[in-house]
């Protein structure tokens, strides 16, 4: 890559403006909701029984050690907490950060392969792509993995892309190359597939191998060079696996430990890859993710398809090494019976940088103004009747929705708002028209986001976030009284905020009702049972109990030992939830 031409004023100022609109979208709703389930709690959850008990190493999802994750998310929340000490930011500070740190690496891309103005587009299509925003906006390990897989990326990139000099040689840049191989190691940590981004060496050999120009030349003398990527990306592992291992060790006399390491490198990566158990689904799952989840990105494919294929022709390395990474990331994850529509997410940062050198050519052409604008003018039609339909047909379901998320007057606040959303998004397309259907996609998805980060998301924190449910439940609790946890789940405890007992997470449900009543026995006067319904069986007196209500699609009680029917204790037929079992990682 040869050096940059200095950016002019207008250039800094589109810059500079890309990054305060991906601030404001990303950043929406921050503060202003607490994690959601099925995956925000436990982190969070995780993270702050790490401030709490001091003990960083090893993940506790209560009382139980917690592996079905590597512990680089709950770091950076915990950490986060500590910087900022209020964890509705904290816990959403990786993500943001993330998803920043990911635009800017795109963006640099972008400007390094063609110039800035490609950059632009790079940035600005991965800032548009659906799947992005959504995940970018969610406490999740995936938008911190799809930052590390970008920077080895990037990383990669960097040395890998290196025209020829007068002489034949080629400028390398091989410290650059370690640091991609190092953060492809910290991508391990975070969630197991960080390693996907050393896939990139496969059409980069591919493109050396034909002789192809513009990529750096192997060099007989440098295999050692290439060798400390390895090394790098080992050491990167080894930063939580050496100590982790080690201290495992030191504690051989708790099976809990042993078990901790098994599952968190052989069960939950190669098992699960192998022999999935969640998420079954056939090989072409996620051809529909590729054309509906990354929309509106994705309405670029028809003019892009021909110019990649022009371009891989005339031998073009720099659309081939991105684009073919993503093929093979596309052919990994089919390979497995396991899926989830954010596993290729990944993908996505380098299949805009692959996108952007024609979006030029491409936005005049009509065919993909007209797809732009329809595409905002069917969401903000489907917003309009969606906000219209629940606020006027009376419908029992729309009732049914307002009831289980405690919605005040039916649910009025978030109806208005989708008609609102809606008649936006259909304003933009009548005022802007064909001839600058560009901004009206760009306004059409920027008002989506805006408008579901600061009106949606207050509105539905109470019951998404069980934060009504526990605030309830501190009401019942008298000073000096303990709550004993039964068939919980992580935003149960999280937003306790109190200390609790519980009796494992992971155990059936029956177990933990025996253990439970054992512990309330020992002082009845004080200690309270707080339970989910399906797992008291019949041997709890609902006249005795107090009812709290529906929340996470669970109906949940609390109750002291005199609502316990004398001698019943629930079989294993309570473990059998129609939900499945709540414990699972999904």
């Known amino acids: 890559m040869s050096a940059l031409p200095k950016a002019s004023p207008e250039e800094r100022r589109r810059f500079w403006l890309l990054l305060l609109i991906a601030l404001l979208i990303l950043g929406a709703g921050i503060g202003l909701r607490d994690p959601w389930p099925s995956d925000e709690p436990r982190f969070t959850l995780a993270a702050k029984q790490m401030v709490e008990s001091g003990d960083w190493l090893f993940p506790h999802r209560g009382s139980e050690l917690y592996a079905d994750k590597p512990p ?39 400007r390094r392969l063609w110039n800035r103005r490609a950059g632009l587009y790079a940035a600005g299509g991965l800032l548009l792509a659906f799947q992005f925003v959504y995940q970018s906006q969610r406490a999740q390990i995936d938008p911190l993995v799809v930052f590390f897989i970008t920077a080895a990326n990037w990383g990669l990139l960097r040395h890998l892309l290196a025209p020829p000099n007068p002489d034949g040689t080629s400028t390398t840049h091989w410290p650059l190359y370690w640091l991609g191989c190092f953060c492809a190691g910290l991508g391990v940590i975070t969630k197991g597939v960080g390693f996907l981004a050393l896939l990139m060496l496969v059409p980069y050999a591919w493109a050396a191998w034909r002789g192809w120009d513009g990529v750096v030349r192997p060099g007989r003398g440098a295999w050692w060079r290439w060798l400390l990527g390895l090394a790098a990306a080992l050491a990167a592992i080894a930063l939580w696996l050496v100590p982790m291992l080690l201290t495992a060790q030191a504690r051989d006399g708790n099976p809990a430990y042993a078990a901790y390491v098994n599952d968190i490198l052989f069960h939950q990566t190669a098992k699960r890859y192998a022999n999935a158990w969640h998420h079954l689904h056939p090989w072409w799952y996620y051809i529909p993710i590729l054309l509906f989840s990354w929309l509106p990105l994705s309405l670029l494919y028809p003019g892009c398809l021909p110019r990649w294929w022009q371009r891989i022709k005339a031998r073009d390395a720099r659309v081939l090494l991105p684009l073919g990474w993503v093929v093979l990331v596309l052919l990994f994850f089919s390979a497995s019976a396991g899926k989830r529509d954010v596993y290729i997410l990944p993908a996505l940062p380098m299949l805009a940088l692959a996108c952007a050198p024609f979006v030029d050519e491409l936005l005049p052409k009509r065919w993909l103004r007209v797809a732009g604008l329809a595409f905002i003018a069917v969401l903000g039609a489907a917003m309009l009747g969606l906000g219209g339909y629940a606020l006027w047909s009376h419908a029992p379901k729309v009732a049914q ?102 009796f494992g997470f992971k155990q059936p449900f029956h177990t933990q009702f025996a253990r439970a009543v054992q512990w309330q026995a020992q002082s009845p006067a004080t200690r309270w049972l707080f339970v989910q319904q399906a797992a008291m069986g019949d041997c709890v007196d609902r006249g005795k109990a107090i009812s709290l209500g529906h929340a996470n699609q669970r109906e949940w009680w609390m109750f002291k030992a005199d609502a316990l029917v004398p001698g019943c204790l629930p079989d294993a037929k309570v473990d059998e939830l129609p939900d499945g079992d709540p414990g699972a990682e999904p």
């Open 401 to 502: 929705f307002a009831a289980e998320r405690d919605l005040a007057h039916g649910g009025a606040a978030l109806w208005w708002m989708c008609v609102l959303l809606g008649a936006v998004q259909l304003l933009l397309v009548a005022t802007l028209r064909v001839r600058r259907a560009g901004w009206a996609v760009c306004g059409g998805m920027a008002a989506l986001w805006l408008a579901w980060g600061f009106w949606a998301v207050p509105l539905l924190n109470p019951s998404s976030s069980s934060s009504a449910l526990m605030a309830d439940v501190r009401g019942h609790l008298a000073p000096g009284d303990q709550l004993g946890l039964v068939a919980w789940t992580e935003q149960n405890l999280l937003m306790l905020d109190r200390p609790a007992t519980d």
């Open 72 to 110: 680089m998310l709950m770091w950076s929340e915990a950490a986060s907490f500590e910087l900022v000490r209020w964890w509705r930011l904290a816990f959403m500070l990786p993500s943001l950060l993330a998803g920043l740190g990911t635009l800017l690496l795109v963006y640099d891309l972008g």
